[in-house]
């Protein structure tokens, strides 16, 4: 009871410092709980505690990710994977941004078609892959339309939003000064749409990547997707999980890659 | 009709003439002002005082051409206004910079709309940084800088290019009392400098008194003009000098006396 009240009494400052651990020790925890993770996994599966056919093993997973880097195997896969997903974020992006400014600007075409968008929106969007597959075929084409499909809306609503709530005096403000429409949009509309679209982009890459990899998991004859589909075809857990360990550091280089961009571009925003 | 031109002052800078405007609102349309009539003089510094929701911005607005009237005309240098009149600054309750550009590009940012060159721009918009004492920040970004700082630019954003005519919608009210002072002063040195034509809207009747030549009183909604004050205290002032002045004290008393009925009819309105 003493104790608890001292501490809730100091100072908020002296509480962060006792509260926040060094990074040292931080990241000392994180190396230990992956070798605690890692380790056991390793050993159950040596020892057979389980079954090593369903749940394979490290080293083998490693190995096998090795294997397929120095042969070249997974490369042009991952290549394909990540042109998709690049296509599929700019042109989801670009439709998002076109069709936000239009519903902003022509507010009979907001109401007219805000409730398809909704529920277009709502639907589940992987459940259109084997569609898309059917109308555009086993290429590149259907996977980034899958992904377009998801990063369209994401953009739209969040540029579509951010538009709105863009305070009517600074636009004023603007004409006031001598700005013609053409100024209120390069001045005010568009670099509010970039703020709100850098905002989103991690989610959106996220997103334009998991239609590509989803896309060629139901149906490819390459990418990542399309290798982990097919080792799990041939039942193997070890090509499953070598694919699934490439895949993330894929996504870890995009979300970097992605961080650096977004900071670059909202310098105005930090301190 | 009064025919334009006769009976209008050759220095008068805007005229409003019987001025109505009407918001929709859910009970149909709500007159927000009614048969409004003043002039402002060239040069003159006037204040538009009245209980909260008479109508004080949207006179402003109606000027800057940014609200529709119902009936009524307004007139700048005898013209009559239709649109955004050109030579107008507009310094609004909030400081309504763009938060993606430094300090000198938010300053900068009306000549340049005016097509000025960069290089041509520079040296007034530097020396405007320099005279509103924010040389030091041209490189920050707005959300860098305070209140006061952020007002500061706003206004040196204004008068960079040199209206003839500035609007200023309670420009100080969310700055704390210390810098609002301070602002005001500032201000008062920049127009007796610049002799700009300035119509100020304030809720706050002792910024009135200490900043302006004339004040006029609007009534409680649907706003009309009740009176019209001359503030014969001398200048150049210091408005938080001034305040000490007998003779401001009677102003503040005599004006009072016709706002605080006004201030209790909007009150009693507010609470139906």
């Known amino acids: ?257 992605m961080e650096r961009v977004e900071n670059h571009f909202t310098a105005w925003r930090m301190g | 009709m009064r025919r334009l031109g006769v009976d209008i002052l050759p220095d008068t800078h805007i005229d409003l003439e019987e001025v109505s405007v009407a918001f929709a609102s859910k009970a149909g349309e709500t007159l927000a002002l009614e048969n409004v009539s003043f002039a402002v003089q060239e040069g003159e510094f006037v204040s538009i005082v009245g209980p909260s929701g008479c109508g004080k911005s949207t006179i402003l607005n109606v000027i800057a051409g940014l609200a529709d009237t119902l009936s009524g005309r307004v007139s700048i240098k005898g013209k009559a206004t239709n649109g955004i009149p050109k030579d107008i600054g507009y310094v609004f309750q909030s400081d309504l910079l763009l938060p993606w550009r430094t300090v000198f590009d938010n300053v900068a940012l009306a000549l340049k709309l005016r097509g000025y060159r960069t290089e041509k721009m520079g040296p007034a918009v530097e020396d405007w940084l320099t005279r509103v004492g924010l040389a030091g920040f041209r490189n920050h970004y707005p959300h860098q800088l305070s209140g006061g700082m952020r007002k500061r630019v706003a206004l040196a954003q204004t008068l960079v290019y040199n209206p003839e005519l500035i609007l200023m919608d309670e420009p100080f009210s969310a700055l704390d009392v210390q810098t609002r002072n301070m602002m005001e002063n500032e201000l008062l040195d920049l127009w007796s400098g610049l002799r700009k034509t300035v119509l100020f809207v304030t809720h706050d009747l002792e910024e009135a008194v200490s900043l302006s030549d004339r004040i006029i009183l609007l009534t409680a909604r649907p706003g009309r003009v009740k009176a019209s004050y001359i503030i014969d205290l001398p200048r150049p002032r210091n408005v938080t000098e001034v305040r000490f002045n007998v003779r401001f004290r009677e102003l503040i008393e005599q004006i009072w006396q016709d706002l605080k009925t006004e201030v209790t009819v909007a009150y009693a309105a507010s609470r139906q």
């Open chain 1, 1 to 257: 009871m003493l104790r608890q009240d001292s501490s809730a009494g100091s100072p908020k400052a002296a509480n962060r410092l006792k509260n926040s651990p060094s990074p040292l020790l931080v990241m000392a925890l994180r190396i230990g709980a992956l070798i605690v993770f890692v380790g056991s996994w390793e050993t159950a599966s040596s020892l057979k505690w389980i079954n090593p056919f369903f749940v394979s093993r490290p080293s083998d997973i490693i190995f096998r990710a090795y294997t397929w880097l120095s042969s070249g195997y997974v490369l042009s896969h991952t290549a394909i994977t990540i042109v998709e997903t690049f296509f599929a974020f700019v042109l989801g992006a670009l439709l998002g941004a076109i069709l936000a400014f239009l519903l902003y600007r022509s507010s009979i075409v907001d109401q007219a078609l805000m409730p398809y968008l909704m529920i277009l929106n709502a639907m589940p969007r992987i459940i259109f892959a084997p569609i898309f597959i059917l109308w555009f075929g086993l290429g590149l084409t259907s996977k980034v339309v899958l992904g377009i499909s998801i990063v369209i809306f994401i953009v739209f609503f969040s540029i579509y939003t951010g538009l709105k709530e863009v305070d009517q005096n600074l636009i004023n403000k603007v004409r006031l000064m001598g700005g013609s429409e053409k100024d209120v949009l390069l001045e005010v509309l568009i670099p509010s749409a970039l703020s709100w679209l850098f905002s989103s982009l991690k989610t959106s890459v996220g997103f334009a990547l998991v239609g590509a990899i989803v896309g060629e998991y139901m149906g490819s004859a390459n990418g990542l997707g399309h290798i982990i589909a097919f080792a799990e075809g041939m039942f193997d857990a070890t090509g499953v999980f070598a694919g699934l360990f490439i895949l993330s550091f894929v996504v870890i280089a995009i979300n970097w890659c």
